[in-house]
């Protein structure tokens, strides 16, 4: 029998060493991006504000519409449940990153950043996560107490459906963050990377149902929506979430072409950030 003292035993279900340490990181981050947040209370209550104006203006102007009658099956109840839903999915998928790489890279805040043991896009990840607990809170807690007077905005009461919605909107926040990260990392190589994601949220308005559900547009517009990612980042999440796609093969397509597309946006992005921080010089931050 060999001497020495035995080495200590990890308990069983411990995290391994590696996923403490992520854990514990980006418990740091969640907690500093948290707390930066509640400086910028006023703030983030405008933002918020903001978000929710859109989509109120939208319902009010097709109420008014289908006043007359439905509307490519959509009558004033499913209007309601369409928009209420839009301001929900949007605050969980909801990505701005497109703004601070964009002022990280042209005004060298990078530069700290790059010593850190970790990617900077955890930063990004910890801060949207941050900002989704207290936003989405808020939309539930309004949501419930509206519900509970009008019921033309209550969802249908189907755990199963529930833990669709879940997944769909899990993947179109995946999504959206990668396509706003993606879009800052183009600061690598022009001062303009914020008008291009200007156009994009331009085409989205339309294409992932912003303005209104993708069953009123043109089919053939409603097919580009369908078949590029702005109907998965949108739209698709909240048909699931409100009933109007069903639990078979329309469900298992959609996730599909969800997954696929975060899928690519992740090779872009990963493509963007070593060619970028190659030719990345920068002085400050």
Not at 98 to 119: A, K, M, S
Request: aromatic share 14%; charged share 15%; glycine share 8%.
């Amino acid at each position: 029998m060999s001497g020495g003292t035995a080495a200590p035993r990890r308990p069983a279900g411990a995290p391994s060493g590696a996923r403490a340490s992520w854990l514990e990181r980006y418990g740091a981050l969640f907690r500093a991006a948290w707390l930066v947040d509640l400086q910028y209370r006023a703030a983030i209550l405008i933002w918020l504000l903001l978000g929710v104006a859109q989509p109120l203006v939208m319902l009010t102007i097709w109420w008014s519409v289908a006043g007359g009658g439905a509307v490519g099956g959509y009558g004033q109840s499913q209007f309601a449940r369409y928009f209420f839903a839009v301001m929900l999915v949007d605050q969980l998928t909801l990505a701005w990153d497109i703004w601070y790489i964009d002022r990280w890279v042209r005004e060298g805040e990078l530069n700290f950043r790059l010593v850190r043991p970790f990617n900077p896009v955890h930063e990004a990840i910890a801060d949207n996560l941050a900002y989704k607990v207290r936003s989405a809170s808020l939309v539930v807690a309004v949501w419930l107490i509206v519900a509970a007077v009008w019921p033309a905005v209550r969802l249908p009461v189907e755990p199963a459906r529930w833990a669709a919605a879940a997944l769909a909107i899990v993947l179109a926040a995946a999504l959206r963050f990668l396509v706003s990260f993606s879009h800052g990392l183009l600061a690598f190589w022009t001062t303009r990377a914020t008008g291009v994601f200007q156009l994009h949220q331009g085409l989205s308005m339309f294409l992932a149902g912003r303005i209104a559900p993708l069953a009123l547009l043109p089919p053939a517009v409603a097919t580009i929506a369908g078949v590029l990612w702005f109907r998965s980042s949108l739209a698709f999440p909240v048909e699931v979430l409100t009933g109007r796609v069903p639990l078979g093969m329309p469900y298992v397509r959609g996730i599909a072409v969800q997954a696929l597309w975060a899928v690519v946006w992740l090779i872009i992005y990963r493509l963007l950030w070593m060619r970028g921080i190659r030719r990345y010089e920068a002085v400050g931050g």
